[in-house]
């Protein structure tokens, strides 16, 4: 089914099953994401960062493995960045997280509506968050919370030997990223061009 028939239904089926509140922001979200252009419809350059960026969140979200830091580094903290024991830092509004730039690079490589699945629970903070994590595969997270390293959680990195190699991963993203948002800003001036 087409992205154009496919989020009223899936809104609706969300609006049943999930706090108004997520399925609303989730709906928002898909919408961007469908007016988007594909990474054919880009630059050669532009779609080889978007790829590259694909590419750096796999080799982070590898690097940085299973951590026992962001189990329970929400405990004692007011909602919704306490709501859960974890996650601390995905208690902010999903907006934050998913600006415009990321939508796009996710577009590009490859991220639909439909790939945006919800977790099971309450919504506090990121619409993708969970009572045990983000509900979406790494592929189709942002940038942003991949390479996120919160104070607990860069020092377990440090502590297993890990952190040199992790932040140079971050770092790179962060250039590559960097390059995406100027490659996009090029393209779209050039459409408000006479």
Sequence with gaps: MRDGMWIPLQHLLDRLSQPKTRADEVRRL?????EEPASSEVSAEESAASAELLRLRRALKE???????CRTCAIGHPPPHGHFAGGHCCGLVTEDAWNDDEIAALRQTGTRPAHL?????DHAG???RGPTGCSLSVEHQPNL???????DLFREVYARGDGPRIVALCQEMEDVYLRFISLRAERLSKLQEP
Excluded: K
């Design 126 to 128: 990121c619409a993708f």
């Design 145 to 151: 919370c991949v390479r996120y390293l919160c104070p």
């Design 30 to 34: 898909r919408l961007r994401l469908r």
């Design 117 to 121: 699945q919800l977790p099971v629970g």
């Design 63 to 69: 690097a940085i493995g299973q951590v026992v830091s």
